[in-house]
Nanobody
Framework: QVQFVESGGGLVQPGGSLKLYCAAP???????LAWYRQAPGNQRELVAR???????EYADSVKGRFMLSIDIFKRTLNLQMNSLKPEDTAVYYC????????WGQGTQVTVSS
């Protein structure tokens, strides 16, 4: 059973922007989730997450370019990605860092001219 549904990916030119969306099961607090990504040949890495108290943590490679937000009406954890670079190309996933569940299909982000 798919637990998370990621969407919003696509093909974008370097310097462009995309916004990703993570729909989570009703029994999970969106504030406990994180975004991950996996590029071909690489291990999955944590990109951004919300910490206790509401602070946000970002991988060094995306600091200042990516931003998390929660849409309480749509119940999604969103990832706004700006100033995209070719090295941001990956499949993006969401999951809980502390109590992981089955991974969703992810959403492909390709940054290329």
């Amino acid at each position: 059973q798919v637990q998370f549904v990621e969407s919003g990916g696509g093909l974008v030119q370097p310097g462009g922007s995309l916004k990703l969306y993570c729909a989570a099961p009703q029994d999970i607090s969106l504030a406990t989730l994180a975004w991950y990504r996996q590029a071909p040949g690489n291990q999955r890495e944590l990109v951004a997450r919300i910490l206790k108290g509401g602070a946000q943590e970002y991988a060094d490679s995306v600091k200042g370019r990516f931003m998390l937000s929660i849409d309480i009406f749509k119940r999604t954890l969103n990832l706004q990605m700006n100033s995209l670079k070719p090295e941001d190309t990956a499949v993006y996933y969401c999951n809980s860092p502390t109590t992981p569940r089955d991974w969703g299909q992810g959403t492909q982000v390709t940054v290329s001219s």
